[in-house]
């Protein structure tokens, strides 16, 4: 089975820098994903990780550390159009994609 | 059409009435995904398929059937809707399985009642 844990809510303000950390326990691991998802909308690809490290894109990078079982997300120059929800999901061996719960973020002025 | 949509957008269903969730992909991906979301509990695969002509349970597959006639089409059947079928229900899709970004669909709205 898949076990991910993430913050439920987090909250900064504009043009600060936060870090959504993820944890996960999995029946094997294929890779973890980042996905954004705008209230009452569908969800949209940030970053996939599957080896070791950091991956950068633009203000968004995510980090993976396969031996800790352990991600993060770190978003900077946060945007008010930052607010959102982001969801953390591990595919595992059998190329399932098991999310975590999500983390809401609330940019402030 | 460009990506992947759902219809309907939303439905009040009486249970015990039989729905079908349609969601369609133009980007000829192999494979295709059936997720609920509720409060607290983040998106759970329902079903999903390889590739047209198999299908596969997922986490949460009870009171729920799926078929692949076609790369394009996969439809969401509930036989006999109850209450905890409330939900938000997303389709997505992938070019395969291994390691390839999901796009998801708008979603449908489903209340049970």
């Known amino acids: 089975g898949q076990n991910i844990d993430q913050p439920t809510e987090m909250t900064a303000t504009e043009g600060a820098i936060v870090q959504i950390n993820c944890t996960y326990q999995?029946?094997?691991?294929?890779?973890l994903f980042w996905y954004q998802q705008h209230a009452g909308e569908a969800p949209t690809f940030l970053s996939y990780n599957v080896l070791d490290g950091l991956e950068e894109k633009g203000r968004f990078s995510s980090f993976l550390s396969r031996s800790k079982g352990y991600s993060y997300l770190l978003l900077k120059e946060l945007q008010m159009k930052d607010s959102a929800s982001y969801l953390c999901?591990?595919?595992?061996?059998?190329?399932?994609?098991?999310f975590g719960a999500g983390t809401t973020v609330t940019v402030r002025a | 059409i460009a990506g992947i949509t759902q219809a309907p957008t939303s439905q009040i269903l009486a249970a015990g009435r039989r729905m079908t969730l349609r969601c369609t992909q133009d980007?000829?991906?192999?494979?295709m995904y059936w997720y609920r979301q509720d409060l607290g509990l983040g998106l759970r695969l329902i079903h999903y398929?390889?590739?047209?002509?198999?299908?596969g349970k997922g986490e949460v597959p009870d009171g729920y059937s799926v078929s692949r006639a076609n790369t394009d089409d996969f439809p969401l059947t509930l036989a006999s809707a109850v209450p905890s079928q409330t939900s938000v229900y997303f389709c997505?899709?992938?070019?395969?399985?291994?390691?390839?970004?999901?796009?998801f669909g708008p979603g449908t709205r489903l209340t049970v009642l």
């Open positions: 999995t029946s094997g691991f294929n890779g």
């Open positions: 999901a591990v595919i595992s061996n059998d190329y399932k994609l098991s």
């Open positions: 980007m000829r991906h192999n494979a």
């Open positions: 398929s390889n590739t047209a002509g198999t299908t």
């Open positions: 997505a899709s992938s070019e395969g399985l291994e390691g390839n970004e999901q796009f």
